[in-house]
């Protein structure tokens, strides 16, 4: 039998692949420190493990409305209407099971064979992979680190062809932390294509303001769930904010392959919007504590950061001068040091040579991943 040419060509996620193998020594007996993993390591706060309690004893346990329960999808549009002053109708809501297929439903209806997708580089993986598989070309645009990553409008632009169909950006940035600047922002709103958002990390910003491109355009679609802000990772639990004509066939699409978000989940993350904010603010002072203490001492290593990222709980570093190959390096780490990390190449040519460390994990684990790692430095160049 022979398997798909699509299945064959699709690129493997590499921060999972690094991430496998430390489980795979950790069931040898080796002790890891994970740095690799963008995923809160704080439990989902108590009220809405209490609301996804109280919806399995009151038997909220069947399919929902494929768009999601209408409690839900109104509360995402008051919290961009308190955040972000814009109005956004519920029947432009459709709530998934976490933003991967949230990808999958936007790239579907709006893609034909060789449209294109301008995107960073780097970027976070997912993007090229979807956007490829369902027959969409990935358009790349470097951003660079002494800029903080962020899109140039002026870059973008010369990039925009008759095939372009939509410019994706993402603010806070996985894999650099970095935010996209409102005027940067409305500057590309305005170049014409669609315009993809993923807002996932909206929420977790330390210094300065994120913006949505709904204040800037209504030609967008915005990307965003429960997993990153709320350490909902486990429920699986996103939204698709999307133009009125897209509503339907994203629909469609949802019944056939995902008929609908978890019950459960919904009700859970209904509680997540209405009452966590206090677990919410606490989270974000821990990991911006975290944040001062990584960049500080990834710097006194040696490794270069231009720009202090200021969003979610990633830095990419510059690694160069230990080595041009990070997939080689990111896994010499693992084995040697035990501690993960994510290797630049995985987000992009444009990020060889860097490497991305998370600080979603206990301060105390960072300081000794850290430590780890500047001994396997000190040893490497004896």
């Given at each position: 039998m022979k398997v798909a040419t699509r299945a064959i060509d699709f690129r493997s996620f590499i921060v999972m692949d690094v991430l496998e193998r430390a489980n795979t020594l950790e069931r040898a007996g080796q002790d890891i420190i994970h740095l690799e993993i963008g995923e809160p390591d704080f439990d989902t706060p108590q009220c809405i493990r209490e609301a996804g309690i109280k919806a399995v004893r009151e038997g909220k346990t069947h399919y929902t409305h494929s768009l999601g329960i209408p409690e839900l999808r109104e509360a995402i549009c008051c919290r961009y209407m308190d955040m972000y002053g814009v109005q956004v109708n519920p029947e432009q809501v459709l709530v998934t099971s976490g933003t991967s297929p949230a990808m999958l439903l936007i790239f579907s209806a709006l893609l034909e064979n060789g449209d294109e997708v301008i995107v960073s580089n780097p970027c976070y993986p997912c993007y090229p992979n979807i956007i490829n598989y369902v027959g969409g070309n990935c358009i790349s645009v470097n951003v660079y680190e002494d800029d903080g990553f962020q899109f140039r409008p002026g870059e973008v632009a010369q990039k925009i062809s008759p095939q372009t169909k939509a410019i994706l950006i993402n603010s806070p940035s996985n894999p650099t932390g970095n935010l996209l600047s409102a005027e940067r922002m409305e500057r590309i709103a305005d170049l014409g294509p669609y315009i993809i958002s993923d807002e996932i990390y909206h929420g977790l910003v330390y210094e300065g303001k994120e913006h949505t491109i709904l204040e800037y355009t209504d030609k967008a679609f915005v990307l965003n769930g429960f997993s990153k802000l709320y350490?909902?990772?486990?429920?699986?639990?996103?939204?698709?904010?999307?133009?009125?004509?897209?509503?339907?066939?994203?629909?469609?699409?949802?019944?056939?392959?995902?008929?609908?978000?978890?019950?459960?989940?919904?009700?859970?993350?209904?509680?997540?919007?209405?009452?966590?904010?206090?677990?919410?603010?606490?989270?974000?002072?821990?990991?911006?504590?975290?944040?001062?203490?990584?960049?500080?001492?990834?710097?006194?290593?040696?490794?270069?950061?231009?720009?202090?990222?200021?969003?979610?709980?990633?830095?990419?570093?510059?690694?160069?001068?230990?080595?041009?190959?990070s997939y080689e390096l990111a896994f010499e780490i693992l084995e040697k040091a035990g501690v993960g990390v994510a290797p630049g190449i995985d987000f992009g040519a444009n990020a060889e040579g860097y490497l991305r460390f998370s600080y979603a994990n206990s301060l105390e684990n960072i300081t000794e991943g850290v430590r780890r790692i500047e001994e396997f430095i000190a040893k490497r160049n004896l």
């Open positions: 350490a909902m990772t486990g429920w699986r639990l996103g939204y698709v904010i999307s133009p009125p004509e897209f509503l339907r066939p994203m629909q469609k699409i949802q019944q056939n392959f995902f008929i609908s978000a978890s019950s459960v989940s919904q009700w859970a993350g209904l509680a997540a919007l209405n009452e966590a904010q206090p677990d919410v603010e606490r989270m974000k002072t821990v990991y911006n504590q975290r944040r001062h203490y990584m960049i500080k001492r990834l710097r006194e290593l040696g490794f270069g950061i231009g720009v202090d990222p200021v969003g979610a709980f990633y830095t990419l570093a510059r690694a160069k001068q230990l080595s041009d190959n």
